[in-house]
């Protein structure tokens, strides 16, 4: 099953969101339209208005040269003018509160855009990381299977040269069925690799890691129940290739209490697989966004552009939660979503990360 689990997972689906931004898009643009509407006709009222009082004043100059018979008509002018007065301040009036009303209403539209953006990226961020989880867990079950496989324990036990020959043949026939991995190893207590599942393009039979966190960490595990998960790094021994390292310890007569002989570390082909799960996460063209898996450290371990990954680190305004998003100065979009975990992974600590350009 573990292999059939190998990244390579549909794409994760955004459709409701294209509908979101098109909705947000129509009321934006039909709001300007009713602003527009109102500014152009509270201008033609202005206009009307202001034509209304020359013609008042016009008239009340000539109400005054008729002297005492045009008395009656200076009334009637002066009221023509006061309406228009009242009309021009009613058009004001209109103009100003109109406008704010519609200003407030595109603030509000965009408020909500912008946070309906953001709740879909962070949904988009617990998906990837989801995805990661959930294959990583089939890691360490693999990893507790094949350390009780009695080829390797045998060889644990005692690495004659007919038991290296055989545990190197069945690792690789484990290699043939898992493609995910770049070689398993089967390592003495003392650190030295007694043997590897792809010694023909590998040669590290004699290598010894004694030195690396995630021997160490093997070495002290209590049972064989209990594995390690170790952070994303380049290996040397491999090429330099990017991997996540899992490892069990190998117990005699493969029981889970037994006395530790030995531990087997499998180097998960970290890059590619990684890379299948940023880059099949559907965002916009639009929302120019770049998806990230980020570690406990910040540090860059997948990228949707391929770069900056396991030097760059990136700064997140977590604020105390596992999940949200954020607007920095520049106006660009960050959301992320810490690892659930899954089953009996509890995850290391990693993040989903998506950031959007303005």
Same mark, same amino acid.
């Given at each position: 099953?573990?292999?059939?689990?190998?990244?390579?997972?549909?794409p994760i689906a955004t459709e409701p969101a294209d509908?979101?931004?098109?909705?947000?898009?129509?009321?934006?643009?039909?709001?300007?339209?009713?602003?527009?509407?109102?500014?152009?006709?509270?201008?033609?009222?202005?206009?009307?208005?202001?034509?209304?009082?020359? %013609?008042? /004043?016009?008239? !009340?100059?000539?109400?005054?040269? &008729?002297?005492?018979?045009?008395?009656? $008509?200076? +009334? #009637?002018? @002066?009221?023509?003018?006061?309406?228009?007065?009242?009309?021009?301040?009613?058009?004001?009036?209109?103009?100003?509160?109109?406008?704010?009303?519609?200003?407030?209403?595109?603030?509000?539209?965009?408020?909500?855009?912008?946070?309906?953006?953001?709740?879909?990226?962070?949904?988009?961020?617990?998906?990837?990381?989801?995805?990661?989880?959930?294959?990583?867990?089939?890691?360490?079950?693999?990893?507790?299977?094949?350390?009780?496989?009695?080829?390797?324990?045998?060889?644990?036990?005692?690495?004659?040269?007919?038991?290296?020959?055989?545990?190197?043949?069945?690792?690789?026939?484990?290699?043939?069925?898992?493609?995910?991995?770049?070689? %398993?190893? /089967?390592?003495? !207590?003392?650190?030295?690799?007694? &043997?590897?599942?792809?010694?023909?393009? $590998?040669? +590290? #039979?004699? @290598?010894?890691?004694?030195?690396?966190?995630?021997?160490?960490?093997a070495r002290s595990l209590r049972s064989g129940d209990?594995?390690?998960a170790g952070d994303v790094e380049n290996q040397p021994?491999?090429?330099?290739?990017?991997?996540?390292?899992?490892?069990?310890?190998?117990?005699?007569?493969?029981?889970?209490?037994?006395?530790?002989?030995?531990?087997?570390?499998?180097?998960?082909?970290?890059?590619?697989?990684?890379?299948?799960?940023?880059?099949?996460?559907?965002?916009?063209?639009?929302?120019?966004?770049?998806?990230?898996?980020?570690?406990?450290?910040?540090?860059?371990?997948?990228?949707?552009?391929?770069?900056?990954?396991?030097?760059?680190?990136?700064?997140?305004? !977590?604020?105390?939660?596992?999940?949200?998003?954020?607007?920095?100065?520049?106006?660009?979009? #960050?959301?992320?979503?810490?690892?659930?975990?899954?089953?009996?992974?509890?995850?290391?600590?990693?993040?989903?990360?998506?950031?959007?350009?303005?």
């Amino acid at each position: 099953m573990s292999a059939a689990l190998g990244l390579k997972a549909k794409p994760i689906a955004t459709e409701p969101a294209d509908d979101d931004s098109d909705v947000s898009a129509l009321i934006n643009r039909l709001t300007a339209e009713v602003n527009q509407i109102a500014v152009d006709k509270t201008k033609s009222i202005q206009q009307i208005t202001n034509q209304m009082k020359m %013609l008042a /004043l016009n008239a !009340l100059i000539e109400s005054s040269r &008729a002297g005492a018979q045009g008395a009656g $008509f200076a +009334v #009637v002018a @002066q009221e023509v003018r006061g309406v228009g007065q009242q009309v021009e301040t009613i058009a004001r009036e209109l103009e100003t509160q109109l406008t704010k009303r519609t200003g407030d209403l595109v603030a509000s539209i965009d408020r909500m855009s912008q946070r309906s953006r953001g709740e879909r990226m962070v949904d988009l961020s617990l998906n990837a990381i989801e995805l990661i989880d959930r294959n990583l867990y089939e890691r360490t079950c693999d990893v507790r299977w094949w350390a009780t496989d009695s080829a390797v324990v045998d060889c644990a036990a005692s690495s004659n040269a007919a038991a290296v020959s055989h545990a190197s043949q069945r690792l690789g026939v484990i290699l043939g069925a898992y493609t995910v991995y770049l070689d %398993l190893w /089967l390592c003495d !207590l003392d650190g030295n690799v007694i &043997a590897n599942g792809r010694a023909d393009r $590998f040669r +590290v #039979v004699g @290598q010894n890691v004694a030195h690396t966190k995630w021997f160490r960490d093997a070495r002290s595990l209590r049972s064989g129940d209990d594995y390690v998960a170790g952070d994303v790094e380049n290996q040397p021994l491999l090429g330099n290739a990017q991997v996540a390292t899992y490892c069990a310890s190998v117990r005699a007569g493969g029981q889970a209490h037994g006395a530790p002989i030995g531990v087997l570390a499998i180097h998960f082909d970290w890059e590619p697989q990684a890379r299948a799960i940023v880059q099949g996460v559907r965002v916009g063209d639009s929302d120019k966004a770049r998806v990230l898996l980020v570690d406990s450290n910040f540090r860059v371990i997948a990228a949707s552009d391929g770069q900056g990954i396991l030097s760059e680190r990136i700064s997140l305004s !977590l604020n105390g939660q596992r999940s949200g998003f954020y607007q920095e100065r520049t106006g660009t979009l #960050v959301a992320f979503h810490a690892t659930p975990g899954y089953e009996t992974y509890r995850g290391l600590g990693w993040y989903g990360v998506i950031v959007c350009g303005s």
